[in-house]
């Protein structure tokens, strides 16, 4: 079956360390988006990328990293510099031309 | 201002009423637009999209697009309680990958 596969679904990190969220799409979509979403509140782009070994940042960058070295692959690193990272990130892919993104089922990080 | 803003609601609704969503957007250049439907809990998932002023009808939901005005709009009639959920508006540029989002509208729709 084709669809966006995310992993873990839930993850918990200890203050100062690193995590990296995992996201995999076997649908041969050009774009993939990272997305964190807090109680309550939209969707707000964390990065985003068109191409392989291209990537933009969204409107709340600062923290996170990413790599897009396959096109079906794209993962999160939410770093120690991202101060408050409990949250829902969602990851979504979409293909090229007039179309809309599908998403993951999301992971949702917890700082202990 | 906001590049995509939305009621924050939260919207109710009596069972079989029509619940009216509204999400205005700063970007003249948006070509695509999208309505999607998240339960608490769960990743959004596509209800509507539009691309061209006027309305789209799809079963219960309407969208309409404003281009003029930098508005698009979702109306669901003969709402039911599974309708309760929170709506997102999202915006996509034409040339650009980019697709932002508002903030949604929790909709409650009462038996």
């Known amino acids: 079956d084709g669809g966006i596969t995310q992993s873990p679904k839930y993850l918990f990190r200890k203050e100062g360390q690193n995590v990296t969220l995992s996201c995999e799409q076997n649908l041969n979509h050009d774009a993939m988006y990272w997305y964190r979403q807090d109680p309550g509140q939209g969707l707000r782009l964390i990065y985003y990328?068109?191409?392989?070994?291209?990537?933009q940042k969204g409107d709340i960058a600062e923290g996170y990293s990413v790599s897009r070295e396959k096109k079906e692959s794209f993962p999160l690193t939410v770093t120690s510099a991202q101060k408050n990272p409990t949250a829902f990130y969602l990851c979504?892919?979409?293909?090229?031309?007039?179309?809309?993104?599908?998403f993951g089922q999301g992971t949702r990080l917890t700082v202990v | 201002q906001k590049e995509v803003e939305q009621n924050s609601g939260p919207l109710s609704v009596p069972e079989g009423a029509i619940a009216s969503l509204n999400c205005t957007y700063s970007d003249r250049g948006s070509q695509s637009f999208f309505w999607y439907r998240q339960y608490s809990g769960k990743s959004p998932e596509l209800i509507m999209s539009?691309?061209?002023?006027g309305d789209k009808e799809d079963g219960r939901f309407t969208a309409q697009l404003n281009k003029a005005s930098q508005y698009v709009s979702l109306l669901i009639r003969d709402s039911q309680p599974s309708d309760s959920a929170t709506y997102l508006c999202a915006v996509r540029r034409g040339s650009n990958y980019k697709l932002t989002f508002g903030k949604g509208t929790l909709l409650t729709v009462n038996p």
């Open positions: 979504a892919s979409m293909t090229g031309g007039i179309t809309e993104a599908f």
């Open positions: 990328s068109q191409i392989v070994n291209d990537f």
């Open positions: 539009i691309y061209s002023n």
